[in-house]
């Protein structure tokens, strides 16, 4: 599928769903006005602000603090409460942090919950270009030193080390192949330490949970059974 295209761009095109891949390289030929894939990889090879535009394009890459509020209000109200009751050491991982909006939100409901100093954040991301957004956020000095920050394909580089009681996947899923999306499910669920609990965007689900060793915890949300 475009072989130019992903030399040049870097990007895991073969992950994304083809429909999503061919309106995203026709947005691409109109934005910098060019006629058909071929012609689009040579001006990425050379225009380095047009390719990065192309990444970020593909990869959808847009986050907001509280974006649909419905699901951090079911963090804050049900969700961290019931992790809480198991232990008060937090690990939590947003896997397709984008620009770090969804960490720094859950950085925000950690604090309000009086745990921040017992709580560790990781943000992980396809692109690195989102990654200098998101170490370049505004945040407040005692939540910065919680967050760390890495360059990881969901995909293909498996899950990050440690055990992470609860991990963040949203409108991540939608974009991928049925087999990146199998792929990236596997990830996510063998990220998650014993009750941990998955939580994946509003138009996101798992067919069959059980088969990934989890069960359903809420709305989108799975948590991980002994
Ligand atoms: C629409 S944003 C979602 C941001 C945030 N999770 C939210 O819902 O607000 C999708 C993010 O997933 C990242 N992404 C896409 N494919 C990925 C992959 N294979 N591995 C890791 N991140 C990926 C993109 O770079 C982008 O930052």
């Not at 691409?28 to 894939?37: L, T």
């Not at 055990?163 to 199998?182: F, G, K, M, S």
Request: glycine fraction near 8%.
């Amino acid at each position: 599928m475009h072989s130019e295209l992903v030399r040049v761009s870097g990007l895991p095109l073969a992950s994304f769903r083809r429909e999503h891949v061919d309106q995203q390289v026709e947005r691409a030929c109109a934005r910098e006005r060019v006629s058909g894939a071929d012609a689009l990889a040579r001006t990425l090879r050379s225009d380095r602000e047009a390719r990065r535009r192309f990444r970020r394009s593909v990869a959808i890459s847009h986050g907001a603090m509280f974006r649909d509020p419905e699901q951090f209000k079911l963090l804050e109200e049900v969700l961290l409460p019931r992790l809480l009751a198991g232990g008060t050491r937090l690990s939590i991982w947003s896997a397709g942090c984008s620009d770090g909006a969804e960490l720094h939100t859950l950085g925000l409901l950690v604090s309000r919950l009086g745990v921040l100093d017992r709580t560790v954040l990781l943000g992980s991301d396809l692109l690195e270009e989102n990654l200098a957004l998101a170490r370049a956020g505004d945040y407040p000095a005692e939540l910065r030193a919680r967050m760390r920050w890495e360059r990881r394909d969901l995909a293909a580089d498996g899950p990050p080390p440690g055990r992470w009681r609860l991990v963040l996947c949203r409108n991540v899923a939608i974009y991928l192949t049925p087999e990146a999306r199998q792929a990236l499910y596997s990830t996510l669920a063998a990220a998650l330490a014993m009750r941990g609990i998955l939580l994946l965007g509003r138009s996101e689900r798992l067919l069959d949970p059980a088969s990934f060793g989890l069960r359903p915890a809420g709305p989108h949300a799975y948590q991980r059974v002994p």
